[in-house]
């Protein structure tokens, strides 16, 4: 300390504090260095810490933490504190006026400045896993740890990755929130050139702060504010992956439930998306417990389910002989680059998918057959063919789509054609998950409507079930939770399965509709290769399906229209022929239009669409 300095107290004390801050590498260090160095430069000697406000580099705060430590310098040596210099009262118009009488600024009614609160992260975000990871470490020994070793243990408590980015368009990923934690100075660092991470005082007392509201113990109100309580309900909150069982719900409620469109709506194409979201444990279930009736000796019984008829051709498959698993699309990938991100994260959520092109939507559940089991199934003709494994399809499909991937299937009929083939694929519940996606303003405002019709429609007229999710990692939690309900939902109960050899394919959609009625407390299934067969794109397709599709290969002939154009022309031969009866020209190139001039607008075909049909086929 320089003799000639002339505040020798308050220089000691910026320095004791700057060289804290430079043991623990805080970015407070500069700021106290700015500070010491403006009053060691300072020829003023100041009676108070407030009139050090002056100098450059120290603030209000730091003027009130000398004040305190001055305080507390005084009452330890018996000498009495400074005041505060005098303050003039001023005129109205801003002058010191000579009849004011001075008041002194301690005896001034304080101002009351609103204290910031503190800073929660919010939960299970990156800033939260972060925090929740290092207050695991050693705070005796100033524990850190490199950051590899931090994102492992930071991982399990935070919804997103700290090591790709949730959306493939984005370059940021969870772990970008450690630069806000070490602005905060929350999180500290030491070392070079490899970082090793810490938490300082500040990010300790938040840590203890969740991990009491977690506890469920009372968070002390210096440390945290009352935001922190949201996790209180447990140490996974609202989105635990592990829910309390429910009470089982009846088949009529659960259908009504399954179909009952819900959400918001706002001006976003996003918000537009009038779905339902639901826990694992709000699954449809409209399939009660099956009475035991088989085997236990590993042999099917082929005898009826039930004295009805109509279940004589079914084979029970025992509960406690299959495995309930997922399989998913080989299609369904993150990026082109990025191929195995869905099924490795699925593995961390303890689900295994099985991996396959499938016929049909973007996520199935099959219950694959144990060996004794299996044998048993291969002989009464039910086995797929060759394969060692036998699958059984089971009622829930899945199908993903990203919101910009929906809207381009809405503009070029795929959706329709899409909705159709679920329809005929045989499978009872239908979850259709649509994945947000950043689009244009322009494109969210052209075609909101659209979106909010064709959800509506989903729920409504298709009852299928819509499921919204706002990123990549969201579909996969909620993929892993529902894997998991389902394993729950039928392991323990009985499936009747309707062998390759009694139905044919396009039998098995009428006869899975009449057991499902007359004995709907039974789940029933197929075995794949029925499954991929109902699927085929062509061989499941009658003639007038055919028609329909070649209708619709013209840009702007929609589902509705294609099927106004059939009721009128049944057959593509009697719309040829009734081109050929026209005279070139207007007649000819107006005869759709002219016939379905008074339908509904969806429904009408408009005179340049009606010329362009009659291009294709007269």
Known sequence: ????????????????????????????????????????????????????????????????????????????????????????????????????????????????????????????????????????????????????????????????????????????????????????????????????????DEGWEVADGIQASVEGRPVPAKKMNEKTSAPARGASGSRSVTPEPRSKQSAPAAQAQHSQPGGAQSHKASDHLRVLSISEDDWPNSEPELSNVHSRSGKLDRRPASSSSSLQDTIILPAGSFEVKMVLDMREIRTTTDRDYISGELKKHGVTPIIRSLPLGDVLWVAEVNPLYANSLKAATVGDGEDDKVEIVLEHILERKRLDDLISSIRDGRFHEQKFRLHRSGIKNVTYLIEEYSISSERSEKYGDALESAIASMQVVDNFFVKQTTKLDDTIHYLARMTKTLKRLYESKDVNIIPAQSFGAEAVTISLERFRKTSPGRAFGMTFSVFSAMCDKTESMTLRDVYLKMLMCTRGVTGDKAIEIQKIWPTPRALAEAFEVQEKGPTRDWMISDRLGSAIPRKKVGKALSAKIAEIWG
């Not at 990755?161 to 970008?176: G, H, I, L």
Request: glycine fraction near 4%; charged fraction near 30%; proline fraction near 9%.
């Open 1 to 200: 300390m320089p003799e000639d300095c002339a505040n020798p107290l308050l220089a000691g004390w910026l320095k004791e504090w700057m060289d804290e801050a430079k043991e623990r590498n805080s970015k407070g260090y500069t700021v106290y260095k700015k500070a010491y160095q403006s009053i060691k430069a300072c020829p003023l000697t100041f009676n108070h810490p407030s009139e050090a406000q002056q100098l450059n580099g120290l603030g209000p705060k730091l003027c009130d933490r000398l004040t305190e430590k001055l305080k507390k310098h005084c009452e330890e040596n018996g000498l009495a504190m400074p005041k505060k210099k005098l303050k003039r009262q001023r005129t109205s118009e801003g002058l010191p006026s000579d009849a004011a009488q001075p008041v002194e600024a301690e005896q001034s009614s304080p101002v009351r400045r609103k204290k910031p609160k503190p800073y929660v992260p919010k939960y299970r975000s990156g800033a939260y896993g972060l925090i929740v990871a290092l207050g695991t470490l050693d705070r005796e020994s100033n524990q850190a740890i490199p950051k590899p070793d931090l994102i492992e243990l930071a991982q399990p408590h935070c919804d997103s990755s700290y090591t790709v980015p949730s959306d493939p368009t984005k370059f940021f990923t969870a772990w970008k929130s450690m630069q806000t934690l070490e602005t905060k100075e929350l999180v500290c660092t030491r070392g070079h050139p490899t970082k090793r991470y810490y938490l300082s």
